[in-house]
């Protein structure tokens, strides 16, 4: 049977060229087999096989146009088109051979681990009696008709008992469908009663043993607080915060001890992001663990001399300990939505397995309000992220005071992440309040706790025993009467849940169980947490630092730790004898997690740079066409996605803007990554580049997939295209982050530049992500104009991060400009890595020179300008390509660094001293960012410098007349060029004047920063 393969549906486009033929008569093809690339102006996109078979004849060469139903060639098939459906879902074996590889590496078996996580023992709760006294009467000052209300909750209460609670929910979402028919349009409120959404005696226990666990966390506490102590009297301005860890103590100690699976040759581990300023916390952990010694403790926050701790989570500074970047508030909730969807992508792609690994979050509720806290919670419940848990620790206060005086934050978070569809575990009140809960039999008591705001809940643990039992219970007789046989301490302890290891271990028991949902626990703490009249609820707690002797004597008696009055004064550290039962109850329990968390490591593979042949056509140039960068490098990923070892690992991340970059081929080549997969036809499936769902990437998303070779021991290359002006500016602190952590991969700030973008304005034309990126140490920058440099610094990146696992992320700008690009010239691929080459060289007359400096699409207003300056001007010039500025001060701010550090030795040149110190004439550089990215060079040249740049707001218009408004067009470069020469007194002045009148050059003009 013979089967024609036609050009399908390609959009709007007609008479598109055909650039590679990738099939000859005789193969044998599959199914989906790329069998020709065609490139229209924006964009080169492949064209699969329709079927499998052997090819016949080729109908086309390269270098037509074809169009919609034109005959690509003819297949001889055998079996038509049926079994082919397997062939396309099977792995291919360069893939497969990596996954096998990736297995390997991390000899995943968790079989040996600890199955306590899974336990389900149910508390024996003789204090709480049955449900439907729980249900039975909630007083409320609206209700009508009390016996009718009685009546309805008796139905509930015994389809909830006898049917079960999902029949009693499925009747209640009845009930309130029919009131909405029927015109009562009062939405379903998302908020459920102020008290603990797991009951007490649905409670799953603890396998701990309650006084050991007790006694090390008491020690953890004391160690925590000393260290910060101790800190700041060797120098106050160390700071520290002792509060946050305080009332953070308990959920962490459970997760240590019961939850997190540490990362070892048998499991991809738990990640944890901890909350940044409980990192006292976490410290005092590792040194109870053996893992920090006193000396290290004493140097927190003191890392400029090697040994000292870091103030807060930061990989790049304890590289092998913290894993996650955190303190920046708002990001480590995101980063680990991120992080969690990351990982279902891995599993989905076969390229880990799914051990039911979980990531955990720890947040602030100040935290809460910064807007990236919540920004991804929609995502995380449309992608059913069951690994991902947030805790957020309600200790209801921030820096400055409450974070929500008036209301109730737990509530408020409740309604949010309900409704985003998450699943909400409430841990209010801690397991001293059960009986009483239990004997609220008027439903009064939880009545006040709705009522009750958080200003008044701080001030409550602020104020003692007696003041909580006047000013709480004492609203309502009766309540004040439940708790008459209460002494005052007793009221005082009633704990609240945060603080309670049972009602913690229940909650992030259910919470590893949940199926199809991200979970949050709300856990109401105290901020300050036993360290009374010192900080303990009060609103300066958080910056407090300090803790005097009495502070320290209370805060030990608090928790019982076993330090004598003098050790105390001392204020000394206790860390047990090693074969005390704390020291061995804590090891062991991490032993059976596995090993110690945090740590951070890892254990991938490099990936072996792709031979040259993948670029070589790069080198060639494109003659008569034209094209962008931008689809130079779409070419270039194409290519890259034949290579075997790259393929699987590459992770192109476009936010929504893949049709603006030309990359809309890939929608069909690689699909776009969704969790559930695609349950829809899209609108234009009969186009070949039609939509798959969904549009994702974040820079969240490329820090997950540029550490995975750490978080999962497997090297990834993610390559996230963003609109440049909405990159580094808009998501600046997650680059720092990237930085902190170590990414590997690139950023690719497409449609860049000032001018390149014609038509869209103010908003999107880029003049300075450049400098963005060159404050990030260990970002490497270029800005390149040709498809060879791309190439050349491209295939670079790939050795340097992937192959040699250097620790620097790329940052590369690429324009949407067309224009043919040259040949490759000789021995420049050393210039393009530094930053600059010579790139041509005019030379006619012989009389004056001027160095021209260009970069990025500004270089090519600098060859033309170059050519009116020989030939209309007499001026002869040399014309550098200057790949980026960045890399160019970095190696002089190094080489001057050591000129002066070793006087009288001899000196080391820059770089760009190297390139143009012998040169002749002075130098004029631009580029399409401002001034200041070209100026970054000239303290490291002794010469006449001048800069041309884009400094300004941008604004819509066409590219011609934008560079003209910015002074970076051929005509303004020529006008200034000679105006410089005349400034140096090589030629009279005349010609500059002449030059700035032909080109109509508006002297008048103001600054376009004025405009
Ligand atoms: C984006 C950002 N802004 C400001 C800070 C400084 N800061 C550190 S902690 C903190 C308050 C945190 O309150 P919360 O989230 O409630 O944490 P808690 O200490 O109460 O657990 C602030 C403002 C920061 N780390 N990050
Ligand atoms: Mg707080």
């Given at each position: 049977m013979s089967e024609k393969l036609l050009v399908p549906d390609?959009?709007?486009?007609?008479e598109v060229e055909i650039i590679e033929i990738l099939v000859k008569e005789g193969d044998k093809i599959s199914k989906n087999d790329p069998v020709i690339t065609l490139e229209s102006d924006k964009s080169s996109v492949e064209v699969p096989s329709a079927f499998e078979g052997v090819v016949d004849s080729i109908n086309i060469k390269i270098g037509d146009k074809v169009s919609k139903g034109d005959l690509i060639l003819t297949l001889s098939s055998e079996?038509?088109?049926?079994?082919?459906q397997e062939t396309i879902e099977k792995i291919p074996p360069a893939t497969e051979k990596i996954i096998a590889e990736a297995e390997n590496s991390n000899g995943?078996?968790?079989?040996?681990?600890?199955t306590s996580v899974h336990k389900e023992i149910k508390v024996e709760n003789t204090q709480v009696e049955e449900h439907n006294e729980r249900l039975e009467i909630v007083e409320n000052?609206?209700?009508?008709d009390p016996q009718e209300t009685k009546e309805w909750l008796e139905s509930l209460s015994a389809v909830v008992h006898s049917e079960g609670p999902e029949r009693a929910h499925f009747l209640i979402k009845q009930l309130i469908d029919q009131a909405y028919k029927e015109g009562s349009n009062i939405p379903y409120t998302q908020n459920t009663p102020?008290?603990?959404?797991?009951?007490a005696d649905e409670e799953i226990k603890s396998p701990g043993d309650q006084n050991i666990e007790r006694k090390i966390r008491a020690l953890i506490r004391w160690n925590s607080a000393v260290m910060v102590v101790r800190a700041n009297m060797r120098d106050p301005s160390l700071g520290g915060h002792i509060g946050t860890f305080a009332s953070a103590a308990t959920l962490y100690d459970i997760g240590m001890n019961h939850f997190w699976r540490a990362k070892s040759n048998k499991f991809g581990g738990d990640l944890i992001y901890f909350?940044?300023?409980?990192a006292p916390g976490i410290y005092a952990r590792a040194f109870l663990e053996g893992r920090l010694d006193e000396k290290q403790l004493d140097r927190?926050?003191?890392?400029?001399?090697?040994?000292g701790l870091s103030s807060y989570p930061h990989p790049w500074l304890m590289p092998k300990f913290w894993q996650f970047p955190t303190?920046?508030?708002?990001l480590g909730p995101m980063m680990a939505t991120y992080q969690a969807r990351f990982m279902k992508y891995l599993i989905n792609r076969k390229?880990?397995?799914?051990?039911?690994r979980k990531v955990w979050s720890f947040l602030g509720d100040g935290e809460i309000?910064?807007?990236?806290?919540?920004?991804?919670i929609g995502l995380a419940a449309r992608e059913k992220l069951d690994n991902l848990i947030y805790v957020v620790n309600?200790?209801?206060?921030?820096l400055d005071g409450p974070v929500r005086g008036n209301g109730k934050i737990i509530q408020e978070l409740e309604g949010i992440f309900r409704g985003a569809g998450w699943n909400v575990i409430k841990v209010i009140w801690?397991?001293?309040?059960d009986p009483l809960l239990a004997n609220d039999k008027s439903g009064l008591l939880v009545k006040r706790m709705n009522e009750a705001v958080d200003g008044e809940y701080q001030a409550f643990k602020a104020k003692g025993g007696l003041y909580v039992r006047d000013n709480f219970f004492g609203k309502y007789p009766e309540l004040k009467n439940l708790v008459a046989s209460y002494t005052d301490s007793d009221i005082w302890k009633l704990n609240r849940g945060g603080h309670d290891p049972h009602k913690v271990y229940a909650a992030y028991h259910k919470a590893i169980n949940t199926k199809d949902r991200p979970t949050v626990i709300l856990a109401k703490t105290i901020k300050?947490?036993?360290?009374?009249?010192?900080?303990?609820?009060?609103?300066?707690?958080?910056?407090?630092?300090k803790l005097g002797v009495d502070d320290l004597l209370y805060y030990r008696d608090r928790f019982d730790v076993p330090l004598t009055d003098e050790q105390v004064k001392n204020i000394e550290y206790f860390r047990p004898d090693e074969n005390s039962e704390e020291i061995k109850y804590l090891k062991k329990r991490r032993l059976a997690l596995g090993g110690y968390i945090p740590e951070r490591s890892s254990f991938s593979k490099p990936i072996k740079t792709p031979s040259n042949d993948i670029f070589?056509?790069?080198?060639k140039s494109t003659g008569e066409k034209e094209m962008s960068t931008t689809m130079a490098l779409v070419r270039m990923l194409t290519n890259l996605l034949r290579d075997k070892n790259v393929a699987p690992r590459l992770v192109p991340i476009i936010p929504d803007e893949a049709r603006t970059f030309g990359m809309e081929g890939f929608f069909q080549k690689i699909g776009i990554y969704a969790h559930e997969g695609q349950k829809y036809e899209p609108?234009?499936?009969?186009?070949?580049s039609s939509y798959k769902e969904e549009k994702s990437g974040s820079m969240a998303s490329w820090i997950s997939a540029g550490t995975s070779y750490s978080n999962h021991d497997i090297e990834m290359i993610p390559i996230y295209l963003f609109y440049s002006m909405f990159g580094f500016q808009r998501t600046g602190d997650f680059a720092w982050a990237a930085g902190d952590s170590q990414t590997r991969g690139f950023l690719i700030g497409a449609?860049?530049?000032?001018?390149?973008?014609?038509?869209?304005?103010l908003q999107h034309q880029d003049g300075h992500s450049h400098l963005l990126a060159s404050t990030i140490p260990n970002c490497v920058s270029y800005d390149p104009t040709f498809h060879y440099e791309l190439a050349t610094i491209f295939k670079e990146g790939l050795r340097r991060m992937?192959?040699?696992?250097?620790?620097i992320f790329y940052y590369i700008t690429t324009m949407n400009e067309n224009y043919s690009h040259p040949e490759m010239p000789k021995d420049c691929e050393e210039g393009i890595l530094k930053g600059m080459y010579k790139i041509k060289d005019f030379s006619k007359n012989k009389k004056n020179k001027i160095q021209l400096l260009g970069s990025g699409t500004i270089l090519r207003e600098m060859i033309e300008a170059a050519e009116i300056l020989q030939n209309e001007y007499q001026v002869d010039s040399e014309v550098w390509s200057v790949t980026s500025f960045n890399e160019l001060r970095r190696d002089g701010l190094e080489t001057e660094r050591y000129n002066l550090l070793n006087p009288g030795g001899e000196k080391k040149i820059s770089y760009v001293e190297k390139c143009l110190?012998?040169?002749e004439g002075p130098i004029l550089a631009a580029s399409d960012y401002m001034r200041m990215n070209s100026d970054?060079?000239?303290?490291?040249?002794n010469k006449s410098f001048y800069s041309l740049g884009t400094d300004g707001f941008g604004r819509s218009d066409t590219r011609k007349n934008l560079r003209k408004f910015f002074e970076v067009d051929k005509e303004h470069i020529v006008a200034y060029g000679l105006s410089i020469l005349s400034n140096e007194q090589l030629i009279a002045s005349k010609h500059a004047v002449d030059a700035i009148k032909k080109y109509k050059i508006d002297k008048d003009k103001p600054m376009p920063t004025k405009l």
């Open positions: 390609i959009g709007d486009f007609e079996n038509g088109t049926q079994q082919k995943y078996n968790n079989s040996e681990l600890d000052n609206n209700d009508i102020y008290i603990n959404t797991i009951p909350q940044g300023h409980s927190f926050r003191q890392e400029v001399y090697p040994g303190v920046s508030m708002g390229l880990i397995k799914d051990e039911n309000d910064e807007p990236e806290a919540l920004g991804s309600c200790n209801l206060q921030r801690g397991s001293y309040w300050g947490y036993g360290m009374g009249k010192s900080g303990e609820s009060i609103n300066t707690t958080h910056q407090q630092k070589d056509f790069m080198k609108e234009d499936s009969a186009q070949l449609t860049a530049g000032r001018t390149t973008l014609a038509g869209e304005g992937h192959e040699k696992h250097e620790n110190g012998k040169t970054q060079i000239r303290p490291y040249i």
